[in-house]
């Protein structure tokens, strides 16, 4: 059974910085991709950012370039999402989610596992 964990949200000033992780288990994802998501109250789930498992490119929404930088630690099965300049339009819930096939996607339904999500805060 897949799991995704996620942590590291928080409340932070705008200009801030935080990372956040995503710890899978349940499987071997070698060939798949990993992704994060955001979602703002009374907002659908919103891409951010994507890395094959391979680590070997990444891909952003354009409001994050430049200031989010998604990693992979293979050996610990871990993805994260390093979030520096954080602005408060920032905020919501993160969520990290794995696909089941290969290949990048920006789109909430070509993720098969989910994680539980991390709400992150920024205050002005």
């Known amino acids: 059974q897949v799991q995704l964990v996620a942590s590291g949200g928080g409340s932070v000033q705008d200009g801030g910085s935080l990372r956040l992780s995503c710890v899978a288990s349940?499987?071997?994802?070698?060939?798949?991709?990993m992704g994060w998501f955001l979602q703002a109250p009374g907002r659908d789930r919103g891409f951010v950012a994507a890395?094959?498992?391979?680590?070997?490119?990444?891909y952003y929404v354009d409001s994050v370039k430049g200031r989010f930088t998604i990693t992979l630690d293979n050996a610990k099965n871990t993805v994260y999402l390093h979030m520096d300049s954080l602005k408060p339009e920032d905020t919501a819930i993160y969520y990290c989610?794995?696909?089941?096939?290969?290949?990048?996607?920006?789109?909430?339904?070509?993720?098969?596992?989910w994680g539980q999500g991390t709400q992150v805060t920024v205050s002005s």
């Open positions: 989610a794995a696909r089941s096939l290969g290949g990048i996607a920006r789109t909430p339904d070509e993720y098969s596992y």
């Open positions: 349940g499987r071997s994802f070698v060939g798949r991709s």
């Open positions: 890395i094959p498992w391979s680590g070997d490119s990444t």
